[in-house]
């Protein structure tokens, strides 16, 4: 029986992640992606609703809705709260693409998990492969600023609280470089699936 794998896609903000997801999706992967997972759970899972009530208080829900500004500002203020936050959501975060990606078994022989926090959550052991889409940090700055209409110093303020890339690259299986054009990151991306399907 042919191994099912499980590949994690990981990247510092603004690395292009989305791009190569859409990329595997258009090509007919199952792509899972952590953060709207996240969100929900933050949204409709009231154990969870709790848990952020009592550590960022009330102002973190809006008549019942997440209020993200408010939470982003609270959890980026300090490496503390971004480590609470992170203990509240990723347990079941993680939990939850793990059952997701058990049903996609049933159909694909590879299911993708794209997840910008694989190390910082420990969560590389359930992978058999961890793919790193890398870009030089001006680069992300800028589309994160042109994407979230956000300032530089915030954008900074966020990469902080994530692993260096640099670092990264010597823990993953493969690094997807993402520092030109889109043709370019499809090759690369389609030059990788060869290798992991080859192997």
Known sequence: ?????????????????????SILESMGYCVLKSDLVAKEIMQNNNEVKKKIIETFGEEAYSNGKLNTKYLAEKVFSSKENVEKINSIVHPFTIKKNLEQAKKEFQKSDIVFIESPLIYEAKIQKYFDYVILIYSDEQSRIKRVMERDKVTEEKVRQRMQFQIPDEKKKDWVDFVIENNSNIEELKNRLNFVMQLIKSI
Request: charged share 20%; aromatic share 0%.
């Open 1 to 21: 029986m042919k191994k099912k794998l499980l590949i994690g896609i990981t990247g510092g903000i603004g690395a292009g992640k989305s791009i190569v997801s």
